[in-house]
């Protein structure tokens, strides 16, 4: 007989780790059914708890484990977006230093993460409850703003290097046309 354990919560996970020894010792398979989280921020430590778990006994099994880990990956690359690049671009204000042109370039990269982990959520969650899906939307929308937003500063910034390359009676004569 398979024992069904619910998951509601990143504490729900830590209760079934200090009772996976207890649990263990039993020959009764278990199926470990991730319902919920309370937040997208805790995703890797939850996804860091639960896969020795699973992993470990041959059986356990959660079938959310996979979409965990593609969230605990999102969680990763906005936790990256939040503490490293946007500080960084802070700290520049607003001039195109070499700090704040690295930092687009990471946003730019952080874009595209985004959307390869949107496609492997997608094909987590199955074409069923695809359409269903608010997360890969907003995830789609935050990585094209990303994406546009660094390319047009990226784009701004080489063409005021050109225009600065250029001798100024060049500069000077194009400006009156």
Not at 101 to 116: C, F, G, H, Q, R
Request: proline share 3%.
């Amino acid at each position: 007989m398979t024992k069904l354990y619910k998951i509601h919560s990143h504490a729900h996970i830590q209760a079934l780790q200090a009772r996976a020894n207890e649990l263990g010792h039993s020959n009764k398979s278990m199926l470990v059914n991730l319902v919920s989280l309370e937040s997208v921020r805790i995703a890797r430590e939850s996804y860091a708890l639960l896969r020795p778990l699973i992993k470990e006994s041959w059986i356990w099994a959660c079938p959310e484990l996979e979409i965990l880990l593609v969230v605990a990956g999102l969680s990763l690359e906005i936790q990256k977006l939040e503490h490293d690049v946007l500080p960084q671009l802070m700290v520049q204000e607003a001039k195109l230093e070499r700090g704040a042109l690295e930092a687009l370039l990471l946003m730019k990269n952080s874009a595209i993460t985004l959307l390869d982990l949107r496609k492997c959520f997608i094909l987590a969650l199955g074409v069923l409850l695809a359409d269903e899906d608010l997360v890969s939307a907003r995830v789609k929308k935050l990585s094209i703003m990303l994406k546009d937003t660094a390319d047009d500063v990226l784009n701004v910034h080489r063409w005021l290097r050109l225009q600065l390359a250029r001798p100024p009676w060049i500069r000077h004569q194009r400006s009156q046309f």
